[in-house]
């Protein structure tokens, strides 16, 4: 080439481009034009009936991992997610079908939480929720008639005073009872961006089953939410939070 330039690159030798006598403005621009026939090469053959560029096997192409299947568990399911094949059931001969409607006189007892630290966190550090509920068996007239009505908890929300909001299928755990440290992501936990005073909303969701004079049980269709006592939040910056005590005494505690 003119010039003395470098040897052609080898795409623009597959081109045939190297023939040509390129001088100082041009040659400039080989990067730019060996960039444009990757980009060519890889684009499928033209409508004109362009010959299609080499393509690598697909069979020796390594096998992608197959997609993890989608959870099920999960709050806007939790019916799948807590009783496999939980299809609410058909009543049987000669009982009335029987909604969340009917059942609005049954209620679990309201649902707990704790949190920790107790009442406080750290700017940017998580901080852990835990959920308490159970299954739980009321009884009392249904529809005219004596009965029971049993409610699973199935999934747990916490509703963020600054937007955040956390759904899980598990009421979440201790630091402890998980054996992780203290401020540990938990699935259940979330982390404030500024200082301040901020409250939580949980909700406990639940599935329901019912039966007539010891009957068999049967699901009822759809999830009942309760909600649980608002939690207060005090934000602040790591070296400003309370200390859990005398830092002389507990070297280790926050803030310390």
Do not use: K
Not at 9 to 35: T, Y
Not at 215 to 235: E, K, Y
């Amino acid at each position: 080439m003119a010039g003395g330039h470098s040897a052609c690159p080898a795409d623009l030798q597959l081109a045939g481009l190297c023939d040509l006598r390129l001088d100082d403005s041009i040659s400039e621009g080989l990067v730019e034009l060996e960039a444009e026939l990757h980009r060519i090469h890889d684009q499928p053959p033209t409508a004109e009936g362009g010959a299609a560029p080499d393509r690598v096997d697909p069979a020796s192409e390594p096998t992608r991992p197959a997609e993890p299947p989608r959870d099920v568990c999960n709050p806007e399911n939790p019916t799948v997610c807590a009783f496999e094949g939980a299809e609410p059931e058909p009543p049987a001969p000669g009982e009335p079908t029987v909604t969340l409607r009917d059942i609005a006189s049954f209620r679990p007892d309201v649902a707990s939480g704790q949190m920790q630290p107790d009442g406080w966190a750290v700017v940017g550090l998580p901080a852990n929720f835990i959920g308490r509920a159970s299954v739980e068996t009321r009884s009392g007239t249904l529809l005219g008639r004596p009965a029971e009505v049993r409610f699973h908890p199935v999934a747990y929300r916490w509703s963020h005073s600054d937007g955040g909001l956390v759904h899980s299928a598990d009421p979440g755990a201790t630091w402890d009872d998980l054996g992780v440290a203290e401020f540990t992501t938990t699935p259940t936990s979330h982390a404030y961006a500024a200082s301040g005073r901020y409250t939580v909303d949980p909700t406990v969701v639940y599935v329901a089953e019912y039966r007539f004079d010891g009957s068999a049980w049967r699901w009822i269709d759809g999830t009942l939410s309760l909600p649980a006592p608002q939690m207060n939040v005090l934000v602040g910056e790591f070296d400003t939070v309370l200390v859990t005590g005398d830092c002389s005494a507990v070297r280790d505690g926050p803030g310390c």
